[in-house]
């Protein structure tokens, strides 16, 4: 109780590894997908490979890329939020 106020961290790295939890979200960056906008689609598939043979934990750029993507399919594409989410 008289401690400092201190959170705790989610495990967004391991979910992101979960084909059927975040994991599924990665699925957005598929070569076919990803040339449309303004990703590097060989730089992205290199951090995906290195998070999944947990050669280098790149959870923090996947995410922000994650969002960043959903953000781009509803504002610049105008795509429905039900499209994107029943494609995954």
């Not at 790295?13 to 070569?31: A, H, M, N």
Request: aromatic content about 18%.
């Amino acid at each position: 109780m008289y401690r400092k106020k201190c959170g705790f961290g989610l495990p967004i790295s391991d979910w992101l590894k979960d084909p059927r939890g975040l994991g599924k979200y990665l699925t957005l960056f598929t070569e076919p997908k990803i040339k449309r906008h303004f990703f590097d689609y060989k730089y992205i598939s290199k951090l995906i490979t290195e998070h999944f043979t947990e050669k280098k934990d790149n959870f923090e750029i996947l995410w922000v890329l994650i969002t960043l993507e959903i953000w781009a399919k509803i504002f610049i594409d105008n795509e429905d939020q039900k499209d994107i989410w029943s494609k995954l």
